[in-house]
């Protein structure tokens, strides 16, 4: 079974509507991360929580929010899709490994596509 | 807001030859990563690079981190397509790392 798994993997739904992507891990690891990737401009950081109680935003946050509703869990909403937002999604998750750069371990993505 | 480049942003090259794309900033990185991307996947991890001209290798892949650590170079020896995907970097201080756009690599049988 993958470590890092991501609901649903394909979505398609219209501009307004509200949406939830689910991320889950077996990874037993404190930190977890939701990315967009648009063709040419690579991974973007939406938001990233290092523990259950610690939420950040990233580069991206804006139509954004996100919920770690347990270590394994960390789903992001669009509360009002915009026709923008269609992009791949990523979640990843990674440990702490001291001054190195962590090890990002990635879900497979979930396309979203918004009409 | 520190920023990565990469180059070329796609490249099709045939089975057996060699090939290099590149990772640049004008900011200093403490480390370096690269990642690579097979279509309908998450980027998995390839290789972390941590000294300035540090030179690691991964079978037929060779990783080289700049001596002034704001450049780095994936170098691959007798391409295959299995090689085929989107190669990224990502650098940065301690966790807040940044991704490069990726390059786009395709080798043909």
């Known amino acids: 079974d993958a470590d890092v798994t991501q609901t649903p993997r394909n979505r398609i739904t219209k501009t307004g509507k509200r949406i939830m992507l689910e991320c889950s891990q077996t990874?037993?690891?404190?930190?977890m991360y939701w990315y967009r990737q648009d063709p040419g401009l690579g991974l973007r950081l939406i938001y990233y929580?290092?523990?259950?109680?610690?939420?950040n935003k990233g580069e991206i946050s804006d139509g954004y929010s996100v919920s770690r509703q347990a270590q394994a869990k960390f789903s992001l909403s669009l509360e009002s899709a915009i026709p923008n937002q269609t992009a791949l999604y990523f979640c990843a998750t990674s440990d702490l490994t001291g001054n190195l750069l962590d090890t990002q371990y990635f879900g497979p993505g979930t396309r979203l596509t918004v009409l | 807001t520190q920023l990565l480049e990469q180059s070329p942003q796609f490249l099709s090259i045939q089975e057996g030859e060699n090939l290099t794309v590149y990772c640049n900033s004008s900011s200093v990185f403490s480390s370096l990563q690269w990642y690579r991307q097979e279509p309908g996947e998450g980027p998995v991890l390839l290789v972390t690079?941590?000294?300035?001209?540090e030179v690691k290798k991964l079978k037929r892949l060779t990783f080289q981190f700049g001596d002034a650590r704001k450049d780095s170079s994936l170098h691959i020896t007798a391409a295959q397509p299995g090689d085929t995907g989107l190669y990224l970097c990502a650098g940065g201080p301690g966790q807040n790392f940044v991704f490069g756009p990726g390059t786009r690599l395709s080798v043909l049988p």
């Open positions: 929580s290092f523990d259950v109680k610690d939420i």
């Open positions: 990874k037993g690891h404190d930190r």
């Open positions: 690079v941590v000294t300035g001209g």
